[in-house]
């Protein structure tokens, strides 16, 4: 299972419709979060996401990207939390993200290590990565790609039956690409039953960007794409100026990525919580897009 919930999609200020910026993503059993605006403990509560997990990232350091890790922290100490705390954030994050932690009369009972990262840096994980690229705003600023590995290739069971293989650990041992002796001198070679290996999944998180080509780069072939789309067409001058993206360019972006859908974000507080105007200058240029709406939950799902 690979899930995303977002907890925050307004843009610089919450409105009645939306909290400022915060993602959510649920991986086989395991949480983190990419940005933590102010009320993200409490988004998290509304929307169900678990608060037993280990790392927050930051796309940067503006206030409706970081604000609420300070209020997010005193929840989990005074919930008697243990677990370790890990933060990630661009050039900046110990002189930012250690004031945001040391804020207050209360000190967190358990360990929070700062962290940071660059753009090009990856954090290798056993089934998967992490890594961060460069993006286009004001200020420093990275996103983040959570990249899968390669999986194994499919195993086809009814020829392993044709084969007279019993099904078991023989099964197994053939789709781990280990060749096998049957009881009746016959050697089957695992490409007999598994197919090439297949891509893992790829989820993409911009933070705050306007439309560059390391976007581009770093999203390709992506399952799914949450790029920032402020403004609308008519107001592509003031996104330029600002650091931010349009719906529009938000969509051109996905389709010169070739990514498979693409939720829009970071919506400006002018729209509505369906921001249609959004959504017709983006389904225009890539017809699989969204406009995100807090408490959107979508699944990634292979593209096998």
């Known amino acids: 299972m690979l899930t995303i919930t977002l907890l925050g999609t307004s843009a610089a200020v919450p409105s009645v419709d939306r909290n400022v910026a915060a993602l959510a993503v649920q991986r086989e059993g395991e949480?983190?979060?990419?940005?933590?605006?102010?009320?993200?403990q409490r988004q998290m509560m509304r929307y169900g996401v678990s608060f037993a997990f280990r790392e927050i990232f930051f796309t940067h350091y503006h206030a409706d990207h970081m604000l609420g890790v300070t209020g997010l922290l005193r929840t989990l100490g005074l919930q008697d939390r243990t677990a370790p705390m890990t933060l990630y954030g661009p050039r900046?994050?110990?002189?930012?993200?250690?004031?945001?932690?040391?804020?207050?009369?209360e000190r967190n009972r358990f360990d929070v290590e700062i962290v940071e990262i660059a753009a090009g840096q990856k954090l290798k994980r056993d089934?998967?990565?992490?890594?961060?690229?460069?993006?286009d705003h004001r200020a420093d600023?990275?996103?983040?790609?959570?990249?899968?590995?390669?999986?194994?290739?499919?195993?086809?069971?009814?020829?392993?039956?044709?084969?007279?293989?019993?099904?078991?650990?023989?099964?197994g041992r053939i789709h781990k690409g280990e060749a096998i002796e049957l009881p009746d001198g016959r050697r089957?070679?695992?490409?007999?039953?598994?197919?090439?290996?297949?891509?893992?999944?790829?989820?993409?998180?911009?933070?705050?960007?306007?439309?560059?080509?390391?976007?581009?780069?770093?999203?390709?072939g992506a399952d799914l794409l949450v790029h920032e789309a402020t403004f609308?067409?008519?107001?592509?001058?003031?996104?330029?100026?600002?650091?931010?993206?349009?719906?529009?360019?938000?969509?051109?972006?996905?389709?010169?990525?070739?990514?498979?859908r693409l939720i829009l974000t970071h919506i400006s507080p002018r729209y509505t919580r369906d921001a249609p105007e959004l959504l017709a200058e983006a389904k225009a240029?890539?017809?699989?897009?969204?406009?995100?709406?807090?408490?959107?939950?979508?699944?990634?799902?292979?593209?096998?």
Do not use: M
């Open 285 to 304: 240029v890539f017809p699989e897009s969204v406009v995100a709406r807090d408490g959107l939950t979508v699944d990634v799902s292979f593209a096998d």
């Open 92 to 105: 900046g994050a110990h002189r930012v993200l250690g004031a945001a932690v040391a804020l207050g009369i």
């Open 141 to 171: 600023t990275i996103g983040y790609a959570l990249v899968e590995h390669t999986r194994l290739g499919r195993f086809n069971p009814d020829k392993a039956r044709e084969f007279g293989i019993p099904e078991g650990p023989l099964w």
């Open 31 to 40: 949480t983190f979060l990419f940005d933590c605006g102010e009320g993200t």
């Open 232 to 260: 609308g067409e008519d107001e592509r001058v003031r996104a330029l100026e600002t650091g931010h993206s349009t719906a529009a360019q938000a969509a051109e972006v996905a389709r010169q990525a070739g990514v498979r």
């Open 188 to 220: 089957i070679e695992p490409a007999q039953l598994v197919g090439g290996p297949r891509p893992g999944r790829k989820l993409v998180y911009t933070g705050d960007t306007r439309p560059c080509a390391t976007v581009v780069a770093a999203a390709a």
């Open 127 to 135: 089934e998967y990565d992490i890594v961060a690229f460069e993006t």
